[in-house]
């Protein structure tokens, strides 16, 4: 049979992107159809738009620790409107990118959401497409469970845009969102609270980076309460919100943000017309080629729910087009993947966490190093950094690196290159360090903990 296409991808995220332009360029036939924005999450509700607030956010703290460096700034003012506005700004040029780059990769772009009508017919905008395979790459979407007054609360796709700067912000969440939305409000001069229904945050890290990285937290200002959940919003007279808790306390605010997970955006892409089988998550099952129970169709990135990591959809999107298109091997080794929160201070991690490790190595030898930085010696700030090394007492290798601290991101992306390699304590003993900074700390660590 004779199809329109080669390959229809429904969704122009980062994976569905990625998967389309490599697709073209290994000359297969490729339509790819969007109902939002190009980019997807990552760059336009997601990466993108936050790391930039986080950066805006970050200044207040370089503004006061300036004095202790001779620096006077005492008519610093924050402005969100020109905070907001060229972030939108920014976003439009890398939608614009976006779209070049699948127009010189001769793919052709579709507005309008895809739904699966058969296993090779895909419908948008009422126009039938036939295509020999097909691709789901349609990411997530912020969920906020049902609670009397949930109209109230907005998620991370509205947060970005708002007509007006909230003084006050409740954050609902634990996880990376969460986290970082409550630094980046507190850092901008909201008063921040951040509510989790857990006893620690970032479920999933290693346990000690949990703990620090919340002390740390609270010592910027972050009123974080655990074991706290809401059970109705309610709008007053005045236009703020009264957050009644379980406990049947209360607070008072202006905005209302709930980061309490994203679930997969299958809603109306026709999943119904086909073979597709869902987990118990409700994710789209695949195999390891990305294959779904309906053997032409296949599915990457976020709706599958594994690493909700913007590079893992990448890669995922490069391996699958070399599959389908280039008869190469479609394996990916997920493991030792590096990932960054962007709170404040940064966490950043790669490998096992300390209880991983415990449960797959005999011998493990931890490394551990909590500092003030030789920036705070004289900035004021109480802040502190935690380093770590977790090393398989038996090989000598490296099984997990973790850091919460000031540029700890920029730092471990280095640090995941050398895990990644295979890299053993003795060759980070033996590597020179990089003087005065707080990455030379990992090279320098020689006693274990003893515990």
Not at 1 to 21: K, N, P, Q, T
Not at 266 to 271: D, E, K
Not at 317 to 333: H, T, V, Y
């Amino acid at each position: 049979m004779e199809y329109d296409y080669d390959f229809f991808v429904i969704g122009a995220g980062s994976g569905g992107v990625r998967a389309s332009r490599m697709s073209s360029v290994y000359g297969a036939r490729v339509a790819i159809c969007e109902d939002r924005y190009l980019g997807g999450t990552c760059v336009n509700v997601g990466c993108v738009p936050k790391k930039l607030y986080v950066y805006a956010s970050e200044y207040s703290a370089h503004f006061k620790e300036s004095k202790g460096f001779g620096w006077h700034s005492e008519q610093v003012k924050f402005d969100w409107l020109t905070l907001r506005d060229n972030k939108t700004a920014e976003i439009n040029r890398l939608n614009g990118i976006y779209n070049d780059l699948l127009d010189n990769a001769e793919v052709d772009v579709i507005n309008g959401r895809g739904k699966i009508i058969d296993a090779h017919t895909v419908e948008v905008n009422g126009n039938k497409y036939t295509t020999e395979r097909i691709l789901i790459a349609v990411g997530g979407w912020p969920y906020i469970p049902d609670f009397l007054g949930k109209e109230h609360a907005i998620s991370s796709n509205e947060v970005f845009d708002l007509e007006e700067f909230p003084q006050r912000i409740v954050v609902v969440g634990g996880g990376y969102i969460a986290v970082e939305f409550a630094g980046i409000f507190n850092g901008l001069g909201s008063n921040v609270t951040q509510l989790y229904r857990g006893n620690l945050f970032l479920r999933g890290f290693d346990d000690e980076v949990r703990s620090f990285a919340a002390q740390e937290i609270a010592k910027k200002g972050v009123d974080i309460r655990f074991n706290a959940d809401v059970k109705s919003i309610e709008k007053l007279s005045d236009g703020s919100l009264k957050v009644t808790l379980t406990d049947h306390s209360s607070i008072i605010t202006d905005t209302v943000l709930y980061a309490t997970g994203r679930k997969p955006q299958l809603a109306n892409l026709g999943l119904e017309n086909v073979n597709i089988n869902l987990n118990d998550r409700g994710y789209i099952e695949v195999n390891d080629s990305f294959q779904t129970s309906e053997s032409s169709i296949y599915a990457l990135g976020d709706v599958t729910g594994g690493m909700e990591l913007t590079p893992v959809a990448l890669e995922e999107g490069i391996a699958l087009a070399r599959s389908l298109f280039n008869n190469e091997s479609c394996k990916i080794d997920y493991s030792n993947i590096a990932t960054t929160v962007f709170c404040q201070p940064n966490i950043a991690t790669v490998g096992m966490t300390e209880q991983q490790a415990h449960s797959a190595y005999t011998n493990v030898v931890k490394y551990r190093s909590s500092f003030k930085a030789m920036k705070h010696s004289i900035s004021g700030s109480q802040e502190k950094t935690l380093m770590k090394l977790l090393v398989d007492g038996n090989s000598n290798k490296i099984i997990g690196a973790h850091m919460v601290g000031e540029n700890a991101g920029e730092i471990m992306q280095g640090i995941a290159i050398a895990i990644k390699s295979g890299a053993t304590k003795a060759d980070f003993d033996a590597t020179v360090g990089i003087h005065p900074t707080a990455a030379e700390e990992f090279v320098t660590m020689r006693t274990p903990v003893q515990e």
